[in-house]
């Protein structure tokens, strides 16, 4: 889904399978808290978690298998069970960092919209030295919807003073990217191993799609 950008004034990063190679975390995460609480998650407990934010995912903990604890309780679990993960083992994605500096010499002005939560973000991207790159950091949570909504990228186009016109958003997860794209932006999609299965639906959506961030040519851009 081709859109025309005629300049670009902002940019939009996911930040799990985009930024950093981390989507592993999260298609284990759901699975070993509710093993840590007795419960036998579902086969396709992962396919459902994906769209969702993680208080969506705890009310849903709640509702399907009759966890007991609030919806606080469940998420201060989750997160134990991924703190250590983004503490020692997530690495940026190839490509990164000379992305980050090219956009930064051209005066882009860039923002992080994530699922994750917030806490979580500003350590890992503190601690690959990148937390400086970004003027606004908006999480799910904060909007109150997961990335089956567009809130969480409009709020980062408005933060920056962005139009949906001007602003570039890189994604790696097909509803994600579906929703982004629907929703006016111009999409580049970047491939994560997470998401391999659903390339072949994410292309056509996509303004661009890379194989790795290495791959982006600024010339395909008005920067």
């Known amino acids: ?7 670009v004034k902002a940019a939009i990063f996911d930040m799990d399978g985009t930024l950093t190679d981390s989507m592993y975390i999260w298609d284990i995460a759901g699975e070993t808290y509710l093993k ?5 998650p579902a086969p396709n407990l992962r396919e459902q978690l994906r769209p969702l934010s993680l208080e969506q995912a705890a009310q849903l903990f709640r509702e399907e ?3 007991q604890q609030s919806t606080k309780e469940i998420l201060q679990g989750f997160n134990r069970v991924v703190k250590h993960e983004y503490r020692t083992n997530v690495r940026l994605k190839p ?21 994750s939560p917030r806490e979580i973000v500003i350590m890992v991207l503190d601690r690959l030295q990148i937390l400086p790159y970004f003027s606004h950091i908006v999480t799910c949570g904060d909007v109150g919807a997961g ?11 408005d933060q920056m003073e962005s139009t949906k016109e001007s602003t570039i958003v890189f994604e790696d997860a097909l509803h994600a990217i579906t929703t982004a794209s629907s929703a006016g932006y111009y999409v580049i999609g970047v491939y994560d191993t997470s998401e ?7 292309i056509p959506l996509c303004s661009q799609y890379l194989k790795s961030l290495e791959d982006f040519d600024p010339r395909t851009l008005p920067l």
Do not use: F, Q, W
């Not at 840590?36 to 036998?40: P, R």
């Not at 490509?95 to 930064?104: A, D, E, R, S, T």
């Open 196 to 202: 391999g299965i659903n390339e072949e639906k994410i």
């Open 36 to 40: 840590s609480c007795g419960k036998m």
């Open 95 to 115: 490509g990164v960092l000379p992305l980050l500096n090219l956009l930064k010499e051209k005066g882009v002005e860039m923002a992080v919209a994530t699922s």
């Open 147 to 157: 990335k089956d909504h567009p809130d969480v990228y409009d709020r980062a186009a």
């Open 1 to 7: 889904m081709r859109k025309e950008i005629h300049e």
């Open 65 to 67: 298998y009759g966890l």
